[in-house]
């Protein structure tokens, strides 16, 4: 797909959110449409989807939307405590919570993969500002190399609910991550930091920095748009890598992580919105392939759904179940 592609999914809530912060009324819809229904309009009018381009990597795009959820933060923070009302009040609330969570979340992740230090580093920042800063170690030295084992606290089980998969998966990614952590600072003889006390210290600092500017209910509604930005995350990996697993070879090993134990979606509007997220089989395959370049192979276990859908699906854990339980063993008696 052409940058232009993702550009325009992913700006369009961003400008719009500015205008609801701004003016209220009917900005406040349209912010909360950009990133709800219209996905859904624009993901069925296949003949606007752009050609597939050169294939950039995108890292201008990248860093903009990085560097606007360290500004939306503030500005969600003012509009919430200062300018909206009522019913906009809340609308805005879902409608930034969402921009965090569906597009500032696959930005800050893309960011952790760049072997760029700046860019990486923003991406580490995003996260802290989330409070969600041991992401950034959990995903890339735990998910990662663990994806579809028990090793893994982002893999969910076949039968495991959203939402008791949703503190296991916070909580046990938190101590993999501070365990991987302290194993490459022991290895690297100390010349590695383990950056678990920059996250710590960087999320109390954004929480006093909100009590201070926005007061007790900015520091409330920060936290509520924290936790919202997480679970979508955590929802994202636990769609993503549902009942999936890699064998057990007879030497005991476990098998290289291969196409199939990721769930891919199409929709070529929500991918761009999500910069590519959904083409997660290529991701795992290829972490350091630029968004852009990222591709839907043949042969990946496709969700019934685009990903904004089955996220919403798997919060209603016994229908999520009744559809994708039967699919999960397909793969299964197929691959054995």
Do not use: C
Request: proline share 7%.
């Amino acid at each position: 797909m052409r940058l232009a592609g993702f550009a325009f999914a992913t700006l369009l809530p961003a400008v719009l959110l500015v205008a609801a912060a701004l003016w209220g009324g009917v900005w406040v819809w349209a912010a909360l449409a950009a990133i709800t229904l219209f996905w859904l309009l624009m993901d069925r009018l296949t003949l606007l989807a752009p050609a597939e381009g050169e294939f950039p990597a995108g890292d201008g795009l990248l860093a903009l939307l990085g560097v606007l959820q360290l500004t939306h933060l503030p500005l969600a923070l003012w509009a919430l405590t200062q300018r909206l009302h009522g019913v906009e009040w809340v609308a805005a609330l879902i409608a930034f919570g969402l921009f965090f969570g569906q597009i500032g979340n696959p930005a800050a992740h893309e960011l952790i993969h760049r072997a760029d230090k700046r860019l990486m580093r923003l991406g580490k920042i995003i996260y802290i500002a989330f409070l969600f800063g041991h992401h950034t170690s959990a995903h890339r030295l735990v998910h990662h190399v663990h994806v579809g084992t028990k090793d893994d606290p982002n893999s969910a089980r076949k039968g495991l609910g959203f939402w008791r998969f949703l503190p296991r998966a916070w909580i046990g990614s938190f101590r993999a991550g501070l365990a991987a952590e302290r194993s490459m600072v022991a290895r690297s003889g100390g010349k590695r930091r383990n950056p678990y006390p920059l996250y710590i210290g960087g999320a109390l600092l954004a929480l006093t920095l909100a009590a201070l500017v926005f007061g007790p209910f900015g520091l409330l509604i920060y936290l509520i748009l924290a936790a919202h930005a997480q679970s979508q995350l955590l929802v994202s990996d636990y769609v993503q890598h549902y009942g999936l697993r890699r064998k057990t070879l007879p030497d005991g090993r476990i098998e290289p992580i291969g196409t199939q134990h990721s769930w891919n979606a199409g929709g070529w509007y929500s991918a761009a919105m999500m910069l590519n997220a959904p083409r997660h089989s290529d991701h795992h395959s290829h972490p350091a392939r630029p968004y852009p370049q990222l591709r839907l192979p043949a042969d990946a276990p496709l969700l019934p759904a685009p990903l904004p859908a089955m996220a919403v699906l798997a919060l209603v854990p016994p229908l999520w179940r009744r559809v994708m339980d039967p699919r999960v063993e397909s793969i299964r008696l197929a691959a054995s």
